[in-house]
């Protein structure tokens, strides 16, 4: 599991950032979270593929989380694809875009299939192959959640150079869920453990869009390996981070060290700032593993121990 940061700014615009955009990339699926204006420009700057795109979260509709979503679909569009893309969002996307495409007279080559998230509700949303994924209730000035990402618990790993010759497909499959190798009569022949070794922990990736800071999601995120979070602001501004829903790097660090994450990634700078090293300053004062999000660089989100699942 990989994650891009393709935008690291906030409303305001500023010329060495841009706004939110991150791509999550597993074995099969790549899914871009937030589309800020001139995301589709991001993707190709860094070399990523827009056509592998077959998921699309959006946490709420200020400009700086969508506006690039009406420009990177019509990209798709012209670079003739037939795949289908899943587009999730606030109430009011759908009619937006189709209004937009309506207005320019534009007949899509693939189906859209919109759903409408319910930013109240912690709930699964949605499930792939590998991943389930839960909205997160957010309290931002209009209706906002994030995004919680999960891998689902993987099967035992067979260890090829182990394994003896003549095995059925069947044997293979069952060695997977954890059985042994028996005879007609039932009687072990290998024991599983002697041929697989423990899948990986499943990873977890919570996408923390703009809020203010919002103790109860604490809950839910609890564990996971990464943590996106924003920080508009440091804590001196912390008045004007309420008044305007925003979190402060310090109370971001406090959510990261009250859910017991791994590792805390801070973004959505406010424009007023040029450094931004005193945000990590500041977050590592309640929370040890603080990254301040770059744009272009990509992280590997790592499972730290082994289980026995599956
Ligand atoms: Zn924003
Ligand atoms: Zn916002």
Redesign the pocket.
């Known amino acids: 599991m990989k994650l891009t940061v393709l935008g690291i700014g906030?409303?305001t615009p500023v010329l060495d950032r841009n706004?939110?955009a991150h791509l999550l990339t597993t074995e099969h699926e790549s899914i871009l979270i937030d589309c800020g204006e001139g995301t589709q420009y991001q993707i190709l700057k860094y070399k990523l593929k827009p056509s592998k795109i077959r998921y699309i979260f959006i946490s709420?509709l200020?400009g700086?989380?969508y506006l690039g979503l009406i420009g990177l679909v019509s990209s798709m569009n012209l670079g003739r694809r037939t795949d289908d893309l899943h587009i999730f969002g606030p109430r009011g996307l759908a009619e937006i875009l189709t209004l937009q495409f309506q207005c320019s007279n534009t007949f899509l080559h693939f189906k859209i299939h919109f759903h409408e998230n319910d930013t109240e509700k912690a709930q699964q949303i949605w499930q792939t192959d590998l991943l389930t994924i839960e909205s997160i209730p957010l309290s931002h000035r209009i209706p906002c959640c994030g995004f919680l990402f999960r891998e689902k618990p993987q099967k035992r790993k067979i260890i090829k150079e182990l394994l003896p010759q003549g095995l059925s497909i069947e044997q293979l499959k069952g060695l997977k869920e954890g059985n042994d190798i028996c005879d007609i009569e039932g009687k072990v022949l290998y024991k599983n453990d002697a041929l697989t070794k423990p899948a990986d922990t499943p990873r977890s990736y919570a996408f923390c869009?703009?809020t203010i800071y919002k103790p109860d999601i604490v809950e839910q995120i609890s564990g996971v390996d990464w943590l996106y979070h924003?920080a508009?602001y440091l804590h001196n501004l912390v008045k004007q981070a309420h008044e305007r829903y925003h979190t402060t790097a310090l109370e971001a660090a406090q959510i990261a060290q009250q859910a017991g994450v791994k590792t805390l990634l801070l973004g959505?700078f406010s424009s007023r700032y040029g450094s931004l090293q005193e945000f990590q300053t500041e977050a590592q004062q309640v929370f040890g593993n603080v990254v301040l999000a770059e744009e272009g660089k990509t992280y590997e989100i790592k499972s730290t121990k082994t289980t026995n699942a599956g």
């Open positions: 906030s409303a706004p939110t709420h200020h700086d989380h869009s703009d924003e508009t959505h």
